[in-house]
């Protein structure tokens, strides 16, 4: 079904480290045939222990995971929904994706240049939710243009739209408020829809961390507390470290994973999260061929509510 999540952020921040990581870890774990769909656009299997347990089961031949695609999106830099730094066309990269995954550095390297010349998490993220507000903004101004006129023979979708845009998007888009956040109900929700908004998209934040910024970061910290407040997720993730440990052979991993402490790859967390980010379940299918997992949207809508309301209780992040 191609569900895409666009890896976006200022210039030189990681992302092309973190989509380099994703893909090789699914090259690694699957041989797919179409694995590189773009030199820029990958396919990565998501991790599952409750596949790997079924797995264990039933000894299938083959294990086949459900999928999700990466796309590493050029940098954005200020300005860009104006066209500059080419932000038009990589502002239509972004419009194609499900979901975005919001690279943030989180950081100190004097080695790697920082487009402000300072590590400022917050003023990074503010800077790229202008340009996709300001986009968004162009886009509901110019599709106002239009239904005025086709409002005025009385047709009923063009005068339901020109309210919507009126009193609810133009508003909340001039105070530069991602769209995500506005209260709509169903039918409303349906035709944002067909405005392919960037900032109605389920986002989520990469804080990019040190190898050892794990804890007591100021810049996790202040990630973390504004995306509380908008009740978005935050995954951090060293993308340089994970880049490292997708090169290394299957028990050097799991050795030099247990040495630093973790688990799995923190790549598995970034998979997952932009799997639940889309409101997706999973189910499986298990034979002596092969234990297959598929993927089925659940997100029905009812009431009232922000177009992607937080999935986890405040300040819970699967880190
Ligand atoms: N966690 C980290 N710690 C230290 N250095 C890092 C970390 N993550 C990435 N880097 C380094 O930052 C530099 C920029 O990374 P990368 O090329 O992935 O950025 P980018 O966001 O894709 O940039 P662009 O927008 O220009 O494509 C690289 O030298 C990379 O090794
Ligand atoms: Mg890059």
Same mark, same amino acid.
Request: with cysteine.
């Given at each position: 079904?191609?569900?895409?999540?666009?890896?976006?952020?200022?210039?030189?921040?990681?992302?092309?480290?973190?989509?380099?990581?994703?893909?090789?870890?699914?090259?690694?774990?699957?041989?797919?045939?179409?694995?590189?769909?773009?030199?820029?656009?990958?396919?990565?299997?998501?991790?599952?222990?409750?596949?790997?347990?079924?797995?264990?089961?039933?000894?299938?031949?083959?294990?086949?995971?459900?999928?999700?695609?990466?796309?590493?999106?050029?940098?954005?830099?200020?300005?860009?929904?104006?066209?500059?730094?080419?932000?038009?066309?990589?502002?239509?990269? =972004?419009?194609?994706?499900?979901?975005?995954?919001?690279?943030?550095?989180?950081?100190?390297?004097?080695?790697?240049?920082?487009?402000?010349?300072?590590?400022?998490?917050?003023?990074? =993220?503010? =800077?790229?939710?202008?340009?996709?507000?300001?986009?968004?903004?162009?886009?509901?101004?110019?599709?106002?243009?239009?239904?005025?006129?086709?409002?005025?023979?009385?047709?009923?979708?063009?005068?339901?739209?020109?309210?919507?845009?009126?009193?609810?998007?133009?508003?909340?888009?001039?105070?530069?408020?991602?769209?995500?956040?506005?209260?709509?109900?169903?039918?409303?929700?349906?035709?944002?829809?067909?405005?392919?908004?960037?900032?109605?998209?389920?986002?989520?934040?990469?804080?990019?961390?040190?190898?050892?910024?794990?804890?007591?970061?100021?810049?996790?910290?202040?990630?973390?507390?504004?995306?509380?407040?908008?009740?978005?997720?935050?995954?951090?993730?060293?993308?340089?470290?994970?880049?490292?440990?997708?090169?290394?052979?299957?028990?050097?991993?799991?050795?030099?994973?247990?040495?630093?402490?973790?688990?799995?790859?923190?790549?598995?967390?970034?998979?997952?999260?932009?799997?639940?980010?889309?409101?997706?379940?999973?189910?499986?299918?298990?034979?002596?061929?092969?234990?297959?997992?598929?993927?089925?949207?659940?997100?029905?809508?009812?009431?009232?509510?922000?177009?992607?309301?937080?999935?986890?209780?405040?300040?819970?992040?699967?880190?």
């Amino acid at each position: 079904m191609g569900i895409k999540c666009g890896i976006v952020g200022l210039p030189n921040v990681g992302k092309s480290t973190l989509f380099n990581a994703l893909t090789k870890a699914g090259i690694e774990a699957q041989n797919f045939p179409f694995c590189t769909i773009e030199p820029n656009a990958g396919v990565v299997p998501v991790p599952d222990p409750r596949q790997d347990k079924i797995a264990a089961i039933v000894k299938p031949d083959k294990t086949i995971a459900t999928t999700m695609e990466f796309v590493d999106i050029a940098g954005l830099v200020a300005g860009a929904s104006k066209g500059e730094g080419l932000g038009n066309q990589f502002l239509a990269n =972004i419009r194609e994706t499900d979901a975005i995954a919001h690279v943030v550095r989180c950081f100190e390297d004097p080695n790697v240049i920082h487009v402000a010349n300072a590590i400022d998490p917050l003023a990074d =993220i503010e =800077i790229i939710n202008t340009e996709l507000a300001l986009s968004d903004l162009e886009s509901c101004e110019k599709r106002l243009q239009k239904v005025v006129r086709t409002a005025k023979s009385g047709d009923k979708e063009s005068v339901a739209m020109k309210s919507l845009l009126e009193d609810k998007l133009l508003p909340h888009l001039n105070e530069v408020q991602p769209v995500r956040s506005l209260m709509v109900n169903d039918t409303e929700a349906e035709l944002i829809k067909t405005l392919h908004l960037l900032t109605a998209k389920p986002t989520m934040y990469i804080a990019n961390v040190a190898e050892d910024g794990f804890e007591e970061n100021p810049h996790l910290t202040a990630v973390e507390t504004l995306a509380a407040e908008e009740g978005a997720q935050v995954v951090a993730i060293c993308n340089k470290l994970e880049e490292e440990i997708i090169e290394l052979e299957e028990d050097e991993k799991l050795e030099f994973l247990e040495t630093i402490g973790m688990e799995e790859p923190g790549l598995n967390r970034v998979i997952r999260a932009a799997y639940q980010l889309l409101d997706l379940q999973t189910y499986f299918t298990a034979g002596p061929k092969e234990v297959r997992a598929w993927t089925s949207s659940r997100r029905h809508r009812s009431t009232s509510r922000p177009c992607h309301p937080h999935r986890f209780p405040k300040g819970v992040y699967p880190r």
